[in-house]
Nanobody, 128 residues
């Protein structure tokens, strides 16, 4: 069974920081690309960041570039999202999602539908 568990969400003032964690089990972790995908009420899902099994390959949506940093720890089977300078528009449920790296490419990496495995999400609320 594939399991992804997100933690680290909470309520923070604009300009503050949070660090999200995703722990993965049930797959050969090193073969999988992991993404952070957020969804807010009334908005489309957005892939905000991803990191492949190639440690050199990290991606960010334009909306979070320069503010969010993704990292990966294969030994702990975990992926982290450091979120700095948070804005109210960052408020959303943040999901950890995964798929085998062989199924992802530059054409579908930013498509939430390309990821087959999802966690339950963690709420991030940014107030101002």
């Amino acid at each position: 069974q594939v399991q992804l568990v997100e933690t680290g969400g909470g309520l923070v003032q604009a300009g503050g920081s949070l660090r999200l964690s995703c722990e993965v089990s049930g797959v050969t972790f090193a073969y999988y690309t992991i993404a952070w995908i957020r969804q807010a009420p009334g908005k489309e899902r957005e892939v905000v960041s991803s990191v492949s099994d190639d440690y050199e390959s990290a991606s960010y949506a334009d909306s979070v570039k320069g503010r969010f940093t993704i990292s990966r720890d294969n030994a702990r089977k975990a992926v982290y999202l450091q979120m700095d300078n948070l804005r109210p528009e960052d408020t959303a449920v943040y999901y950890c999602a995964a798929d085998h790296s062989a199924l992802l490419n530059s054409g579908n990496l930013y498509d939430p539908g390309a990821y087959d495995y999802w966690g339950q999400g963690t709420q991030v609320t940014v107030s101002s």
